[in-house]
């Protein structure tokens, strides 16, 4: 495929997925760095510090949708995501402090589960 043509199939790919799909994929790929953690555990590194990083930045975004005045989805649903999204940060802060790649297991969990119901698989 040429470079061109690759460029206007990502255009087009980013135009036809829908917001919740891009949500699931993000958090698909934050799981997925989570589970590569956890899988080849080398203690405390950078590959730990950096999928935590992304998975926090993820649910800060999420944290603050469901803030936000203009957010069409019902409070229950919201307040919801916001309990969840301070559950994944007081998670992080654990893993950081005190290291055990068991811990993943929950952030992990919540990820893919979230992921397969914004998809319409949970």
């Known amino acids: 495929m040429s470079n061109a043509a690759a460029q206007a199939y990502a255009r087009t790919s980013q135009t036809t997925t829908s917001p919740r799909e891009i949500e699931a994929q993000a958090l698909l790929k934050a799981a ?21 990083l992304f998975n926090r930045r993820l649910w800060s975004i999420f944290m603050s949708a469901v803030e936000a005045n203009e957010n069409p989805q019902p409070i229950e649903v919201r307040q919801n995501i916001a309990n969840i999204g301070v559950f994944v940060m007081k998670q992080t802060v654990d893993m950081q402090l005190n290291p055990d790649p068991a811990k993943l297991k929950s952030l992990i969990d919540i990820n893919c589960n979230l992921a397969a119901g914004l998809s319409g698989r949970g």
């Open 32 to 52: 997925r760095q989570l589970q590569e953690v956890q899988s080849n555990w080398n203690g405390p590194d950078t590959a730990m510090h950096n999928a935590l």
